[in-house]
């Protein structure tokens, strides 16, 4: 296919998202199923520009003067990629599956590319409903907040040190062009296509004998500054996939005891291989069983427990541009529900002089520092552990400047730290 095949492509996709509120993946998926004759590296560039028109969806839409499929696709290829009123032209023409050239009205779009006057929702590429929650976060500096979401995300890695330091983990991984994050010790960063594809690091050899693992640098800073001790009771209370477990796992160099627990059996499924490929031996995977409690026996026993809360991930939004405009009022409201629940929970297990810990990938106060509250007033045997003093605790004592206004905990953004947002709360138990 050529490029002008993949604008069509995704003029298509975009109107099944718009016209019949598809999630994004299902859109590619069927038209992939409905088009036989594109290869995966035809589908992979027509995802790529379907998720590069969703992540700047208003902003392409204010200066196009439309949210129309096409002003999309166009404003995308002109905006996000640089390509020229006259490339577009060029480009289009000579094929039957191109879009038509654009027209004078796009082309002055194209042109004049201000956004000037934009509201901070629009300039910041969110939706409208959320601006009092992100002003509420960053003030005047929420459009900028935004437009950092809604740039594509960086690939990155994490050295598993069970395995190997991350010199050796540079050297295996040097046709990548991989280099050191900045923030996180273990930190690869690997450079991605023009068009923003990774490469295919699951086939790597280094990764399939578990020295990285894909996880982004926020997600990394979290595990980091929880803060598991060698020989520690440690659990994971949300533990999904194993993300920030098998991070956990690494620092407690696999003494002690680490348990992953999570409410949904099926989230906890692949941790099982991902924790054999790391080398992981000091790891019990706790599933649920019906109405039992399955962490009964661990009552007041644990050193650490990390609670890395259900959210709405507006921190990962440059990783799920279609998320941030399904989001709806009423699943912000549902998921402060669950974080409650599940910080009261994970409560139960903190021993005396124990630390909890509360992270989310959200950047909305209300799932934050809000919930951290609320906590305190239910259990004020719990105070919050001052970041800078939580960052020196980690050997990681640059990370303070990525404390909350307050002193109290981390926000880490795209904007402010390169990385996934993240918010990080330490509360010690007295
Ligand atoms: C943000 S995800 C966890 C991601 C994972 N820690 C990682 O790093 O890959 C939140 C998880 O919390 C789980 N969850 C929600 N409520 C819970 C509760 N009350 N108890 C335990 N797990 C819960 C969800 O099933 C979901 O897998």
């Known amino acids: 296919m050529t490029p002008a095949a993949h604008a069509q492509a995704a003029i298509e996709v975009l109107t099944e998202i718009e016209e019949r509120r598809s999630p994004a993946a299902k859109a590619l998926k069927d038209w992939g199923a409905a088009h036989r004759f594109a290869g995966s590296g035809d589908r992979a560039r027509i995802a790529s520009l379907t998720y590069d028109a969703l992540r700047q969806r208003a902003s392409i839409a204010w200066r196009m003067g439309s ?54 929702h629009v300039a910041g590429d969110y939706p409208e409903w959320l601006d009092a929650g992100l002003a509420e976060a960053f003030g005047d500096d929420r459009a900028a907040e935004g437009a950092a979401l809604a740039q594509r995300a960086p690939l990155d890695l994490r050295v598993n040190v069970l395995k190997g330091d991350r010199d050796k983990a540079l050297a295996a991984l040097a046709h990548l062009n991989a280099e050191a994050t900045p923030l996180s010790p273990f930190g690869l960063r690997v450079a991605l296509t023009s068009d923003g594809r990774g490469p295919p690091v699951q086939a790597e050899p280094a990764f399939l004998k578990g020295l990285v693992e894909v996880q982004d640098e ?132 903190v021993r005396p002089g124990g630390r909890l810990v509360y992270v989310t990938c959200s950047l909305l106060p209300h799932e934050n520092g809000a919930r951290v509250a609320a906590f305190r007033e239910r259990r004020p045997d719990f105070a919050p552990r001052p970041a800078a003093e939580a960052a ?39």
């Open 218 to 349: 926020g997600s990394q800073l979290a595990a980091l500054l929880a803060g598991a001790g060698v020989g520690e009771q440690v659990v994971d209370f949300c533990a999904g996939a194993g993300g920030k477990t098998l991070a956990l796992g690494a620092q407690m160099d696999n003494r002690g005891q680490l348990y992953a627990h999570d409410s949904d059996i099926r989230r906890l499924a692949p941790m099982h291989e991902r924790a054999e490929r790391a080398g992981l031996r000091n790891l019990q995977i706790r599933s649920p069983r019906g109405a039992k409690d399955v962490l009964a026996d661990l009552d007041e026993r644990a050193d650490l427990v990390l609670v890395d809360a259900p959210c709405t991930g507006t921190g990962t939004w440059r990783r799920n541009p279609d998320a941030k405009w399904r989001m709806r009022p009423g699943a912000l409201e549902q998921r402060m529900i669950e974080q409650d629940a599940a910080l009261d929970a994970a409560a139960l297990l």
């Open 392 to 430: 020196a605790a980690v050997g990681a004592p640059s990370l303070a400047a990525h404390a909350t206004e307050d002193g109290a905990a981390f926000l880490f953004t795209p904007r402010r730290s390169g990385t996934d947002g993240f918010f990080v709360a330490i509360l010690t138990r007295s």
């Open 67 to 120: 949210d129309a499929p096409r002003a999309l696709a166009l404003g995308t290829l002109a905006f996000v990629r640089g390509v020229t009123a006259d490339g577009l032209a060029a480009s289009f023409s000579g094929d039957r599956h191109a879009p038509a050239a654009p027209d004078e009205a796009e082309r002055a779009a194209i042109a004049g590319c201000s956004l000037d006057g934009a509201p901070a």
